[in-house]
Protein backbone atom coordinates (compact mmCIF):
# COMPACT_ATOMS: atom_id res chain seq x y z
CA UNK A 1 0.00 0.00 0.00
CA UNK A 2 1.79 3.49 -1.22
CA UNK A 3 2.11 6.26 1.03
CA UNK A 4 0.14 8.34 -0.76
CA UNK A 5 -3.20 6.81 -2.79
CA UNK A 6 -5.47 9.38 -4.39
CA UNK A 7 -8.32 7.25 -6.25
CA UNK A 8 -10.75 8.29 -8.82
CA UNK A 9 -10.38 11.63 -7.83
CA UNK A 10 -13.32 13.48 -9.17
CA UNK A 11 -14.03 17.24 -8.89
CA UNK A 12 -12.96 20.74 -10.23
CA UNK A 13 -13.42 24.43 -9.50
CA UNK A 14 -17.08 25.19 -10.41
CA UNK A 15 -19.61 23.05 -12.50
CA UNK A 16 -17.65 21.54 -14.72
CA UNK A 17 -14.81 18.25 -13.69
CA UNK A 18 -11.64 19.26 -14.87
CA UNK A 19 -10.32 16.00 -12.59
CA UNK A 20 -12.54 13.02 -14.40
CA UNK A 21 -11.45 9.87 -12.19
CA UNK A 22 -7.79 10.01 -12.06
CA UNK A 23 -6.08 8.18 -10.27
CA UNK A 24 -2.18 8.78 -8.45
CA UNK A 25 0.42 7.00 -5.81
CA UNK A 26 3.15 7.72 -4.42
CA UNK A 27 5.73 6.21 -1.58
CA UNK A 28 8.23 7.03 0.27
CA UNK A 29 11.70 7.56 -1.20
CA UNK A 30 9.57 7.45 -5.03
CA UNK A 31 9.53 10.48 -7.51
CA UNK A 32 6.51 10.41 -9.35
CA UNK A 33 6.00 12.83 -12.28
CA UNK A 34 2.56 14.34 -13.48
CA UNK A 35 3.04 15.58 -17.05
CA UNK A 36 0.11 16.21 -19.80
CA UNK A 37 -0.68 18.69 -22.19
CA UNK A 38 -1.90 21.95 -21.17
CA UNK A 39 -5.30 21.72 -19.32
CA UNK A 40 -4.96 18.02 -18.91
CA UNK A 41 -5.53 19.17 -14.48
CA UNK A 42 -1.81 18.52 -13.99
CA UNK A 43 -2.13 21.18 -10.85
CA UNK A 44 -5.92 20.91 -10.21
CA UNK A 45 -4.86 16.94 -9.58
CA UNK A 46 -2.07 17.88 -7.10
CA UNK A 47 -4.20 20.92 -5.32
CA UNK A 48 -6.96 18.31 -4.68
CA UNK A 49 -4.38 16.25 -3.16
CA UNK A 50 -3.55 18.59 -1.02
CA UNK A 51 -7.32 19.33 -0.14
CA UNK A 52 -6.80 23.18 -1.96
CA UNK A 53 -10.66 21.67 -4.37
CA UNK A 54 -12.91 19.69 -3.13
CA UNK A 55 -13.71 16.72 -4.59
CA UNK A 56 -17.18 15.80 -5.85
CA UNK A 57 -15.85 11.88 -6.23
CA UNK A 58 -13.06 9.40 -5.05
CA UNK A 59 -11.15 9.51 -2.01
CA UNK A 60 -7.05 10.36 -0.76
CA UNK A 61 -5.25 8.42 1.82
CA UNK A 62 -2.15 9.61 3.48
CA UNK A 63 -0.33 6.70 5.44
CA UNK A 64 -3.29 4.54 5.51
CA UNK A 65 -5.73 6.95 6.68
CA UNK A 66 -8.87 8.58 4.54
CA UNK A 67 -7.88 12.35 4.76
CA UNK A 68 -10.43 13.11 1.86
CA UNK A 69 -12.00 15.92 4.65
CA UNK A 70 -9.04 17.82 5.61
CA UNK A 71 -8.06 21.33 4.99
CA UNK A 72 -4.63 21.89 4.13
CA UNK A 73 -3.30 23.23 6.77
CA UNK A 74 -4.16 19.69 8.70
CA UNK A 75 -2.72 17.77 5.80
CA UNK A 76 0.21 19.86 6.67
CA UNK A 77 0.35 18.61 10.51
CA UNK A 78 -0.13 15.11 9.14
CA UNK A 79 3.14 15.26 6.77
CA UNK A 80 2.32 17.16 3.76
CA UNK A 81 4.74 19.34 2.09
CA UNK A 82 3.27 21.94 -0.56
CA UNK A 83 5.41 24.25 -2.72
CA UNK A 84 2.67 26.20 -4.98
CA UNK A 85 3.83 27.28 -8.40
CA UNK A 86 3.84 30.66 -7.71
CA UNK A 87 4.48 33.25 -4.80
CA UNK A 88 5.88 30.17 -3.22
CA UNK A 89 8.18 32.55 -0.70
CA UNK A 90 7.62 35.77 1.33
CA UNK A 91 9.21 37.93 -0.32
CA UNK A 92 9.70 40.86 2.26
CA UNK A 93 11.50 38.77 4.69
CA UNK A 94 14.80 36.91 4.70
CA UNK A 95 15.54 33.73 3.57
CA UNK A 96 16.23 32.59 7.26
CA UNK A 97 12.84 33.90 7.93
CA UNK A 98 11.14 31.59 5.15
CA UNK A 99 12.82 28.51 6.45
CA UNK A 100 11.29 29.73 10.41
CA UNK A 101 8.06 30.19 8.95
CA UNK A 102 8.00 27.39 7.09
CA UNK A 103 8.75 25.61 10.91
CA UNK A 104 5.76 27.34 12.38
CA UNK A 105 3.83 24.43 13.00
CA UNK A 106 6.92 23.08 15.11
CA UNK A 107 7.35 23.40 18.50
CA UNK A 108 10.96 23.41 18.74
CA UNK A 109 10.95 26.28 15.83
CA UNK A 110 12.93 24.04 13.74
CA UNK A 111 16.86 25.01 14.57
CA UNK A 112 17.89 21.60 13.67
CA UNK A 113 16.03 21.21 10.87
CA UNK A 114 17.29 24.67 9.00
CA UNK A 115 20.68 23.08 8.84
CA UNK A 116 19.60 20.75 6.79
CA UNK A 117 18.27 22.64 4.62
CA UNK A 118 21.02 24.39 4.35
CA UNK A 119 23.24 21.05 3.49
CA UNK A 120 20.75 20.52 1.00
CA UNK A 121 20.95 23.86 -0.56
CA UNK A 122 24.38 25.41 -0.02
CA UNK A 123 23.38 28.77 -2.41
CA UNK A 124 20.45 29.40 0.31
CA UNK A 125 23.20 29.33 3.33
CA UNK A 126 25.13 32.06 1.56
CA UNK A 127 22.27 34.11 1.46
CA UNK A 128 20.28 33.70 4.54
CA UNK A 129 20.01 37.31 5.54
CA UNK A 130 18.86 38.21 1.88
CA UNK A 131 15.90 38.99 1.50
CA UNK A 132 13.56 36.45 -0.71
CA UNK A 133 12.41 38.43 -2.95
CA UNK A 134 15.68 39.89 -4.55
CA UNK A 135 16.74 36.57 -5.04
CA UNK A 136 17.41 34.99 -8.44
CA UNK A 137 14.50 32.82 -9.85
CA UNK A 138 16.01 29.63 -9.06
CA UNK A 139 17.51 30.19 -5.88
CA UNK A 140 13.82 31.25 -4.68
CA UNK A 141 12.58 28.31 -5.73
CA UNK A 142 15.22 26.52 -3.56
CA UNK A 143 14.24 28.61 -0.67
CA UNK A 144 10.67 27.30 -1.50
CA UNK A 145 11.34 23.70 -1.44
CA UNK A 146 13.53 24.31 1.49
CA UNK A 147 10.12 26.14 3.52
CA UNK A 148 8.44 23.05 2.66
CA UNK A 149 10.74 20.85 3.94
CA UNK A 150 10.61 23.22 7.04
CA UNK A 151 8.05 20.76 8.77
CA UNK A 152 10.23 17.64 7.34
CA UNK A 153 7.32 16.43 5.29
CA UNK A 154 7.23 12.60 4.77
CA UNK A 155 5.24 13.66 1.29
CA UNK A 156 6.67 16.65 -0.99
CA UNK A 157 4.24 17.85 -3.53
CA UNK A 158 5.81 20.52 -5.94
CA UNK A 159 4.03 22.60 -8.87
CA UNK A 160 6.03 23.00 -11.92
CA UNK A 161 9.21 24.17 -9.44
CA UNK A 162 11.68 24.39 -12.80
CA UNK A 163 8.69 27.33 -14.50
CA UNK A 164 10.45 29.95 -15.57
CA UNK A 165 14.47 29.11 -14.46
CA UNK A 166 17.22 28.21 -17.00
CA UNK A 167 18.26 24.58 -17.99
CA UNK A 168 21.20 24.66 -15.69
CA UNK A 169 19.27 25.65 -13.03
CA UNK A 170 16.67 23.31 -14.01
CA UNK A 171 19.31 20.12 -13.52
CA UNK A 172 20.84 21.63 -10.21
CA UNK A 173 17.13 21.43 -9.00
CA UNK A 174 16.07 18.10 -9.99
CA UNK A 175 19.66 16.55 -8.42
CA UNK A 176 18.20 18.56 -5.28
CA UNK A 177 14.98 16.81 -5.31
CA UNK A 178 16.50 13.29 -5.93
CA UNK A 179 18.77 13.78 -2.96
CA UNK A 180 15.12 14.81 -1.29
CA UNK A 181 14.16 11.38 -2.24
CA UNK A 182 17.01 9.50 -1.38
CA UNK A 183 16.09 10.72 2.25
CA UNK A 184 13.02 8.44 2.32
CA UNK A 185 11.03 11.26 1.22
CA UNK A 186 7.87 10.46 -1.20
CA UNK A 187 8.17 13.70 -3.69
CA UNK A 188 5.45 13.97 -6.22
CA UNK A 189 5.52 16.59 -8.64
CA UNK A 190 3.81 18.15 -11.89
CA UNK A 191 6.55 18.66 -14.56
CA UNK A 192 6.41 21.29 -17.57
CA UNK A 193 9.51 20.00 -18.28
CA UNK A 194 8.43 16.65 -19.42
CA UNK A 195 11.12 14.79 -21.36
CA UNK A 196 13.59 16.16 -18.19
CA UNK A 197 11.42 15.19 -15.65
CA UNK A 198 10.52 11.70 -16.70
CA UNK A 199 14.14 11.08 -17.00
CA UNK A 200 14.42 11.10 -12.35
CA UNK A 201 10.38 9.74 -12.43
CA UNK A 202 10.47 6.46 -10.50
CA UNK A 203 6.69 6.69 -11.60
CA UNK A 204 5.36 8.71 -14.62
CA UNK A 205 1.49 9.71 -14.69
CA UNK A 206 0.28 11.09 -18.32
CA UNK A 207 -2.63 12.85 -17.40
CA UNK A 208 -5.23 14.18 -20.33
CA UNK A 209 -8.53 15.77 -19.95
CA UNK A 210 -8.62 14.98 -16.57
CA UNK A 211 -8.22 11.29 -16.58
CA UNK A 212 -4.99 8.80 -16.72
CA UNK A 213 -3.80 8.34 -19.81
CA UNK A 214 -0.38 6.16 -19.47
CA UNK A 215 0.87 5.01 -16.00
CA UNK A 216 4.96 3.62 -15.97
CA UNK A 217 7.88 4.10 -14.45
CA UNK A 218 9.26 6.80 -16.21
CA UNK A 219 12.02 5.05 -18.38
CA UNK A 220 9.05 3.21 -20.24
CA UNK A 221 7.25 6.04 -20.75
CA UNK A 222 10.41 7.83 -22.27
CA UNK A 223 10.68 4.13 -25.03
CA UNK A 224 7.11 4.34 -25.50
CA UNK A 225 6.68 6.11 -28.78
CA UNK A 226 3.04 6.68 -28.93
CA UNK A 227 4.00 9.15 -25.74
CA UNK A 228 7.12 10.47 -27.46
CA UNK A 229 5.48 11.40 -30.55
CA UNK A 230 2.35 12.71 -28.34
CA UNK A 231 3.51 14.28 -25.39
CA UNK A 232 7.08 14.77 -25.37
CA UNK A 233 7.38 16.92 -28.69
CA UNK A 234 8.23 13.98 -31.33
CA UNK A 235 11.15 12.00 -31.68
CA UNK A 236 13.78 13.81 -30.93
CA UNK A 237 17.02 12.08 -28.91
CA UNK B 1 26.76 84.85 14.29
CA UNK B 2 23.99 86.10 17.32
CA UNK B 3 21.93 86.63 14.61
CA UNK B 4 21.96 83.19 13.27
CA UNK B 5 21.87 81.75 16.74
CA UNK B 6 18.72 84.02 17.44
CA UNK B 7 17.29 82.96 14.25
CA UNK B 8 18.30 79.08 14.89
CA UNK B 9 16.35 79.49 18.39
CA UNK B 10 13.51 80.40 16.70
CA UNK B 11 13.24 78.08 13.93
CA UNK B 12 13.44 75.03 16.61
CA UNK B 13 11.18 76.55 18.85
CA UNK B 14 8.61 77.14 16.44
CA UNK B 15 8.82 74.66 13.44
CA UNK B 16 11.54 72.00 14.97
CA UNK B 17 10.46 70.77 17.70
CA UNK B 18 6.69 71.10 17.39
CA UNK B 19 7.08 69.01 13.99
CA UNK B 20 9.49 66.60 15.88
CA UNK B 21 6.29 65.90 18.52
CA UNK B 22 3.86 66.20 16.00
CA UNK B 23 5.62 63.89 13.97
CA UNK B 24 5.95 61.50 16.54
CA UNK B 25 2.50 61.07 17.56
CA UNK B 26 1.32 61.48 13.47
CA UNK B 27 4.00 58.63 13.23
CA UNK B 28 2.25 56.25 15.96
CA UNK B 29 -0.89 56.49 14.54
CA UNK B 30 0.24 56.00 10.98
CA UNK B 31 1.71 52.64 12.05
CA UNK B 32 -1.88 51.45 13.35
CA UNK B 33 -3.23 52.35 10.31
CA UNK B 34 -0.80 50.98 8.04
CA UNK B 35 -0.79 47.66 10.31
CA UNK B 36 -4.26 46.87 9.93
CA UNK B 37 -3.85 47.68 6.54
CA UNK B 38 -1.08 45.19 5.63
CA UNK B 39 -3.17 42.32 7.77
CA UNK B 40 -6.34 42.97 7.48
CA UNK B 41 -6.12 44.61 3.72
CA UNK B 42 -8.68 47.58 4.51
CA UNK B 43 -7.98 50.99 5.17
CA UNK B 44 -9.51 51.54 9.02
CA UNK B 45 -11.47 54.62 9.01
CA UNK B 46 -12.46 54.50 12.44
CA UNK B 47 -8.95 54.96 13.29
CA UNK B 48 -8.87 58.32 14.50
CA UNK B 49 -11.90 58.06 16.42
CA UNK B 50 -10.29 54.76 18.16
CA UNK B 51 -7.69 57.16 19.21
CA UNK B 52 -10.19 58.93 20.77
CA UNK B 53 -12.01 56.35 22.48
CA UNK B 54 -8.54 55.41 24.19
CA UNK B 55 -7.70 58.92 25.00
CA UNK B 56 -11.19 59.49 26.66
CA UNK B 57 -10.61 56.51 29.00
CA UNK B 58 -7.32 58.01 29.99
CA UNK B 59 -8.82 61.09 30.79
CA UNK B 60 -11.93 59.53 32.68
CA UNK B 61 -8.91 57.88 34.81
CA UNK B 62 -6.79 61.01 35.07
CA UNK B 63 -9.73 62.00 36.57
CA UNK B 64 -10.38 59.34 38.88
CA UNK B 65 -6.84 59.67 40.36
CA UNK B 66 -7.06 63.28 40.66
CA UNK B 67 -10.10 62.79 42.96
CA UNK B 68 -7.97 60.53 44.72
CA UNK B 69 -5.73 63.43 45.39
CA UNK B 70 -2.80 61.43 43.85
CA UNK B 71 -0.44 62.76 40.99
CA UNK B 72 2.50 62.07 39.59
CA UNK B 73 4.95 65.11 40.87
CA UNK B 74 6.04 66.43 37.76
CA UNK B 75 4.59 64.06 34.67
CA UNK B 76 1.31 63.91 33.85
CA UNK B 77 -1.30 61.57 35.48
CA UNK B 78 -2.61 60.13 32.19
CA UNK B 79 0.81 58.40 31.84
CA UNK B 80 0.04 55.42 34.49
CA UNK B 81 -3.65 55.42 33.52
CA UNK B 82 -2.34 54.33 29.63
CA UNK B 83 -2.32 50.92 30.95
CA UNK B 84 -5.90 50.49 31.65
CA UNK B 85 -7.01 52.89 28.45
CA UNK B 86 -4.75 50.68 26.34
CA UNK B 87 -7.20 47.53 27.88
CA UNK B 88 -10.43 48.41 27.20
CA UNK B 89 -9.80 50.21 23.99
CA UNK B 90 -8.28 46.54 23.20
CA UNK B 91 -11.49 45.25 24.43
CA UNK B 92 -13.72 47.29 22.38
CA UNK B 93 -11.82 46.67 19.25
CA UNK B 94 -11.90 43.00 19.18
CA UNK B 95 -15.39 42.93 20.35
CA UNK B 96 -15.78 45.22 17.43
CA UNK B 97 -13.91 43.05 14.90
CA UNK B 98 -15.64 39.74 16.72
CA UNK B 99 -18.86 41.85 15.78
CA UNK B 100 -18.65 43.24 12.44
CA UNK B 101 -15.44 42.58 10.62
CA UNK B 102 -15.25 38.75 11.47
CA UNK B 103 -18.52 38.42 9.88
CA UNK B 104 -17.42 40.22 6.37
CA UNK B 105 -13.93 38.43 6.76
CA UNK B 106 -16.07 35.14 6.47
CA UNK B 107 -18.06 36.19 3.94
CA UNK B 108 -14.45 37.13 1.94
CA UNK B 109 -16.02 40.40 0.41
CA UNK B 110 -14.01 43.23 -1.50
CA UNK B 111 -11.38 45.43 0.51
CA UNK B 112 -14.09 48.03 0.41
CA UNK B 113 -16.99 46.91 1.93
CA UNK B 114 -14.55 46.38 4.86
CA UNK B 115 -13.69 50.40 4.67
CA UNK B 116 -17.29 51.15 4.32
CA UNK B 117 -18.08 48.96 7.77
CA UNK B 118 -15.15 50.85 9.20
CA UNK B 119 -16.67 54.30 8.12
CA UNK B 120 -19.84 52.49 10.36
CA UNK B 121 -17.67 51.96 13.34
CA UNK B 122 -15.94 55.57 12.99
CA UNK B 123 -19.27 57.10 13.11
CA UNK B 124 -20.52 54.95 15.85
CA UNK B 125 -17.24 55.61 18.26
CA UNK B 126 -17.81 58.82 17.49
CA UNK B 127 -20.49 58.82 18.81
CA UNK B 128 -19.76 57.11 22.01
CA UNK B 129 -17.59 59.35 22.49
CA UNK B 130 -19.52 62.20 22.39
CA UNK B 131 -22.21 61.31 24.49
CA UNK B 132 -19.77 60.25 26.83
CA UNK B 133 -17.29 63.32 27.38
CA UNK B 134 -18.80 65.71 25.20
CA UNK B 135 -17.54 67.75 21.98
CA UNK B 136 -15.98 70.60 23.72
CA UNK B 137 -11.66 70.56 24.54
CA UNK B 138 -10.53 68.68 27.34
CA UNK B 139 -7.27 69.61 28.83
CA UNK B 140 -5.56 67.06 30.97
CA UNK B 141 -2.36 67.51 31.23
CA UNK B 142 -1.13 67.71 34.65
CA UNK B 143 2.40 68.35 36.34
CA UNK B 144 5.21 70.53 35.41
CA UNK B 145 4.38 72.09 32.07
CA UNK B 146 7.88 73.75 31.45
CA UNK B 147 11.13 71.35 31.28
CA UNK B 148 12.88 74.55 30.32
CA UNK B 149 11.07 78.26 29.81
CA UNK B 150 11.55 80.71 27.34
CA UNK B 151 12.46 83.40 29.85
CA UNK B 152 15.21 81.06 32.05
CA UNK B 153 16.32 79.99 28.37
CA UNK B 154 17.29 83.71 27.31
CA UNK B 155 18.83 84.41 31.00
CA UNK B 156 20.85 81.35 30.44
CA UNK B 157 22.07 82.01 27.39
CA UNK B 158 21.68 85.82 26.71
CA UNK B 159 20.56 85.70 23.47
CA UNK B 160 17.06 87.49 22.27
CA UNK B 161 15.05 84.51 21.34
CA UNK B 162 13.82 82.10 24.27
CA UNK B 163 13.55 78.02 23.95
CA UNK B 164 10.94 76.50 25.63
CA UNK B 165 10.22 72.73 25.96
CA UNK B 166 7.11 71.88 27.20
CA UNK B 167 7.14 68.87 29.26
CA UNK B 168 4.31 67.22 27.31
CA UNK B 169 6.71 67.21 24.20
CA UNK B 170 9.58 65.18 25.76
CA UNK B 171 7.32 63.05 26.93
CA UNK B 172 6.09 62.73 23.57
CA UNK B 173 9.28 62.01 21.94
CA UNK B 174 10.49 59.42 24.31
CA UNK B 175 7.71 57.21 24.67
CA UNK B 176 7.56 57.15 20.70
CA UNK B 177 11.04 56.14 20.71
CA UNK B 178 10.35 53.23 23.18
CA UNK B 179 6.97 52.55 21.63
CA UNK B 180 8.44 52.07 17.89
CA UNK B 181 12.14 50.04 19.59
CA UNK B 182 9.37 48.03 20.61
CA UNK B 183 7.33 47.58 18.13
CA UNK B 184 10.00 46.75 15.45
CA UNK B 185 11.46 44.30 17.50
CA UNK B 186 8.56 42.48 17.90
CA UNK B 187 7.72 42.69 14.37
CA UNK B 188 11.63 41.35 13.63
CA UNK B 189 12.52 39.26 16.34
CA UNK B 190 9.77 37.44 17.63
CA UNK B 191 8.08 34.13 16.34
CA UNK B 192 4.48 36.13 16.14
CA UNK B 193 5.82 39.40 14.88
CA UNK B 194 7.73 37.50 11.79
CA UNK B 195 4.32 35.18 11.84
CA UNK B 196 2.57 38.66 11.40
CA UNK B 197 4.77 39.98 8.38
CA UNK B 198 4.60 36.70 6.64
CA UNK B 199 0.99 37.38 6.65
CA UNK B 200 0.65 40.38 5.16
CA UNK B 201 3.57 39.41 2.62
CA UNK B 202 1.67 36.42 1.38
CA UNK B 203 -1.44 35.32 2.77
CA UNK B 204 -1.84 31.75 1.28
CA UNK B 205 1.88 30.73 1.82
CA UNK B 206 1.05 31.83 5.61
CA UNK B 207 -1.75 29.66 5.85
CA UNK B 208 0.09 26.29 3.95
CA UNK B 209 2.52 26.93 6.98
CA UNK B 210 0.66 26.64 9.43
CA UNK B 211 -0.13 30.39 10.58
CA UNK B 212 -3.40 30.75 12.07
CA UNK B 213 -5.19 33.78 10.40
CA UNK B 214 -7.50 34.84 13.27
CA UNK B 215 -4.80 34.92 15.81
CA UNK B 216 -2.30 37.03 13.59
CA UNK B 217 -5.79 39.59 12.93
CA UNK B 218 -6.26 39.49 17.06
CA UNK B 219 -2.50 40.56 17.59
CA UNK B 220 -2.91 43.02 14.64
CA UNK B 221 -6.19 44.27 16.70
CA UNK B 222 -4.65 44.65 20.07
CA UNK B 223 -1.28 46.48 18.47
CA UNK B 224 -3.38 48.65 16.24
CA UNK B 225 -5.66 49.64 19.83
CA UNK B 226 -2.65 50.10 21.99
CA UNK B 227 -0.46 52.32 19.27
CA UNK B 228 -4.13 54.23 18.52
CA UNK B 229 -4.66 54.98 22.65
CA UNK B 230 -0.91 56.05 22.94
CA UNK B 231 -0.68 58.31 20.42
CA UNK B 232 -4.36 59.90 21.37
CA UNK B 233 -3.57 60.46 24.62
CA UNK B 234 0.04 61.83 23.46
CA UNK B 235 -1.47 64.16 20.96
CA UNK B 236 -4.05 65.28 23.55
CA UNK B 237 -1.70 65.68 26.33
CA UNK B 238 0.23 67.96 24.30
CA UNK B 239 -2.58 69.99 22.01
CA UNK B 240 -5.38 69.57 24.30
CA UNK B 241 -8.26 66.90 23.45
CA UNK B 242 -11.44 67.43 21.23
CA UNK B 243 -13.13 64.38 19.23
CA UNK B 244 -13.71 66.57 16.03
CA UNK B 245 -9.94 67.10 16.17
CA UNK B 246 -9.22 63.53 16.69
CA UNK B 247 -11.47 62.54 13.24
CA UNK B 248 -9.77 65.54 11.67
CA UNK B 249 -6.42 63.24 12.40
CA UNK B 250 -7.29 60.91 10.30
CA UNK B 251 -6.12 62.88 7.04
CA UNK B 252 -2.63 63.62 7.79
CA UNK B 253 -2.10 59.57 9.24
CA UNK B 254 -3.42 58.43 5.90
CA UNK B 255 -1.32 60.74 3.71
CA UNK B 256 1.60 60.12 6.28
CA UNK B 257 0.88 55.54 6.12
CA UNK B 258 0.44 56.36 1.92
CA UNK B 259 3.79 58.65 1.86
CA UNK B 260 6.09 56.33 3.50
CA UNK B 261 3.96 53.15 1.35
CA UNK B 262 1.23 51.61 3.18
CA UNK B 263 1.72 48.56 4.98
CA UNK B 264 5.65 49.37 5.54
CA UNK B 265 5.86 50.06 9.40
CA UNK B 266 9.40 52.06 8.25
CA UNK B 267 7.28 54.11 6.13
CA UNK B 268 4.65 55.33 8.50
CA UNK B 269 7.17 56.63 10.49
CA UNK B 270 9.57 58.52 7.84
CA UNK B 271 5.79 59.31 6.33
CA UNK B 272 4.87 60.52 9.54
CA UNK B 273 7.30 63.24 10.46
CA UNK B 274 7.12 64.15 6.70
CA UNK B 275 4.19 64.93 7.04
CA UNK B 276 4.05 66.91 10.20
CA UNK B 277 7.14 68.86 8.86
CA UNK B 278 5.76 69.55 5.94
CA UNK B 279 3.01 70.82 7.94
CA UNK B 280 4.72 72.84 10.24
CA UNK B 281 7.11 74.22 8.47
CA UNK B 282 4.70 75.59 5.29
CA UNK B 283 2.42 77.32 8.06
CA UNK B 284 5.24 78.73 9.98
CA UNK B 285 5.52 83.04 9.63
CA UNK B 286 9.44 83.23 9.12
CA UNK B 287 9.17 87.52 9.31
CA UNK B 288 11.65 87.34 11.99
CA UNK B 289 14.19 84.42 10.89
CA UNK B 290 14.14 86.56 7.90
CA UNK B 291 15.04 89.43 9.90
CA UNK B 292 17.88 87.66 11.91
CA UNK B 293 19.49 86.04 8.63
CA UNK B 294 19.79 89.43 7.03
CA UNK B 295 21.61 92.16 6.76
CA UNK B 296 20.86 94.77 9.84
CA UNK B 297 17.92 96.84 9.80
CA UNK B 298 16.51 94.34 7.01
CA UNK B 299 12.98 94.56 7.22
CA UNK B 300 10.40 91.94 5.66
CA UNK B 301 6.93 93.31 4.88
CA UNK B 302 4.03 90.97 5.97
CA UNK B 303 4.80 87.46 7.67
CA UNK B 304 6.62 85.55 5.19
CA UNK B 305 3.70 83.05 5.50
CA UNK B 306 3.64 80.52 2.68
CA UNK B 307 0.42 78.96 3.84
CA UNK B 308 -2.36 79.95 6.41
CA UNK B 309 -2.46 78.07 9.59
CA UNK B 310 -6.02 77.20 8.54
CA UNK B 311 -5.25 75.86 5.62
CA UNK B 312 -3.08 72.94 7.39
CA UNK B 313 -4.88 70.29 6.23
CA UNK B 314 -4.42 71.05 2.12
CA UNK B 315 -1.24 70.57 2.96
CA UNK B 316 -1.50 66.75 3.67
CA UNK B 317 -3.78 66.45 1.18
CA UNK B 318 -1.71 67.63 -1.70
CA UNK B 319 0.54 65.37 -0.29
CA UNK B 320 -1.57 62.77 -0.77
CA UNK B 321 -3.06 63.51 -4.12
CA UNK B 322 0.53 64.26 -5.25
CA UNK B 323 1.87 60.48 -3.85
CA UNK B 324 -1.07 58.91 -5.59
CA UNK B 325 -0.21 59.95 -8.94
CA UNK B 326 3.12 59.85 -9.11
CA UNK B 327 4.40 57.47 -7.03
CA UNK B 328 1.20 55.00 -5.08
CA UNK B 329 3.11 52.83 -3.36
CA UNK B 330 5.30 55.43 -1.12
CA UNK B 331 8.85 55.74 -0.53
CA UNK B 332 9.41 52.44 0.77
CA UNK B 333 7.40 50.39 -1.78
CA UNK B 334 3.98 49.67 0.11
CA UNK B 335 1.20 48.36 -1.54
CA UNK B 336 -1.23 50.22 -3.53
CA UNK B 337 -4.57 51.45 -1.78
Known sequence: ???????????????????????????????????????????????????????????????????????????????????????????????????????????????????????????????????????????????????????????????????????????????RIIEIAKTGIAVLMVEQNARQALEIADTGYVLVEGQNRFTDTGAALLADSEVRATFLGGDQS | MHDFANAFILLSNYVLIP???????????????????????????AHGDTMAFGTMVAIFCTWGVQALGLSLGPLPVALITLPVAIAVTIALVLGIDKIIYQFYRNKKVEPIILVMASVGVMFMMNGIVRILIGTGDVSFADGARFIIRAREFREMTGLDEGLALRTTQVITVVVAGVVMAALFWFLQKTRTGKSMRAFSDNEDLALLSGIKPERVVQITWIIAATLATIAGVLYGLDKGFRPFTYFQLLLPMFAAAILGGIGQPIGAVVGGFVIAFSEVALTYAYRRVFEYLGPDGFEVEGLAQLIETEYKFAISFIILVIVLLVRPTGIFKGRVL
Open chain 2, 19 to 45: SITYGSQLAIGALGITLVFSILRFANF
Open chain 1, 1 to 175: MSLLQATGMRGGYGAADILQGCTINCDRGEIAVIVGPNGAGKSTAIKAIFGMIDLREGDVTFEGKSITSLAPQARVEAGMGMVPQNNNVFPGMTVEENLQMGAFLREDGGAGVIDKVYDLFPAVKDKRYQLAGELSGGQRQQVAVGRAMMTEPTLLILDEPTAGVSPIVMDELFD
